[in-house]
Nanobody, 127 residues
Framework: QVQLVESGGGLVQAGGSLRLSCAAS????????VGWFRQAPGKVREFVAGVRWGSGPSYYADVTDAVKGRFNIYRDNAENTVYLQMNNLNLQDSADYSC?????????????????WGRGTQVTVSS
C-alpha cells in the first residue's frame, strides 16, 4: 500500500515559480512510476509529467508538450518524494495538481492506469 501526500501549491503571479512535492509512504515506493496530473474546473484531468524506471538505477522523466521547457520532474528515493518544479507559470497552469503512483515502474499518461492517488494541491496563477 502506498499513500501519497502533495504539498507546495498556492497562489503565484504569472511568471513565477512553485515546487510541488509528492511524499510517499511505503518501503517499495522506489519501484513505482509516478505521474503528476492536473485538472482545472470543467476540464478533464491531464497528464503533466512523469518519472519512470529504465534499466538499472536510472530513471526517465517525461513532460507534456504544454509545459516542456518550463516544468521539470525529478525524484529523491532517499526521501520517498517526487518533485514537480514549475517555472514561468501562466494563467492556463491554474488547476488542482495530483500525483499518482503505478506499480511496475512506468508512468503512462492515462490516469486510469495508476494504482494510488494523492488528494491534490491547488495551484492558482494570477495576472
Amino acid at each position: 500500500q502506498v499513500q501519497l501526500v502533495e504539498s507546495g501549491g498556492g497562489l503565484v503571479q504569472a511568471g513565477g515559480s512553485l515546487r510541488l512535492s509528492c511524499a510517499a509512504s511505503g518501503p517499495v515506493f522506489s519501484t513505482y512510476g509516478v505521474g503528476w496530473f492536473r485538472q482545472a474546473p470543467g476540464k478533464v484531468r491531464e497528464f503533466v509529467a512523469g518519472v519512470r524506471w529504465g534499466s538499472g538505477p536510472s530513471y526517465y522523466a517525461d513532460v507534456t508538450d504544454a509545459v516542456k521547457g518550463r516544468f521539470n520532474i525529478y525524484r529523491d528515493n532517499a526521501e520517498n518524494t517526487v518533485y514537480l518544479q514549475m517555472n514561468n507559470l501562466n494563467l492556463q497552469d491554474s488547476a488542482d495538481y495530483s500525483c499518482a503512483a503505478k506499480g511496475g515502474g512506468r508512468s503512462p499518461p492515462d490516469p486510469a492506469e495508476y494504482d494510488y492517488w494523492g488528494r491534490g494541491t491547488q495551484v492558482t496563477v494570477s495576472s
